[in-house]
């Protein structure tokens, strides 16, 4: 089992920025890879970011050039860093992490942090 907890979101003016902490607890050994989602309200969770190992990383489209996403191997933990944020990028972000199970993978959440940019 792996527990995830976030912390870091708040309010910030459009412009501002912020970094989002994921901490990983458990069997953090076996995690692939990480990822951020968010959820804005009335809106389906989206995919934000993702990083697997070996560093590889995604993007959205919406969020390529001002989001950055990375791990701090040592402290089993991933970040969110988010600048140039826009009133869209408001929403409760949450931390996944995918991990071997005995003979299966399978997926951590974490309790979400809301995010909320100001015009």
């Known amino acids: 089992q792996v527990q995830l907890v976030e912390s870091g979101g708040g309010l910030v003016q459009a412009g501002g920025s912020l970094r989002l902490s994921c901490a990983a607890s458990?069997?953090?050994?076996?995690?692939?890879?990480f990822a951020w989602y968010r959820q804005a309200p009335g809106k389906q969770r989206e995919l934000v970011a993702n990083?697997?190992?070996?560093?590889?990383?995604n993007y959205a489209d919406s969020v390529k050039g001002r989001f950055t996403i990375s791990r701090d191997n040592a402290k089993n933990t991933v970040y969110l860093q988010m600048n140039s944020l826009k009133p869209e990028d408001t929403a409760v972000y949450y931390c996944?992490?995918?991990?071997?199970?005995?003979?299966?993978?399978?997926?951590?959440w974490g309790q979400g942090t809301q995010v909320t940019v100001s015009s």
């Open positions: 990083i697997r190992s070996g560093e590889t990383t």
């Open positions: 996944n992490a995918l991990y071997s199970n005995s003979l299966s993978l399978a997926v951590s």
């Open positions: 458990g069997s953090t050994s076996s995690i692939k890879g």
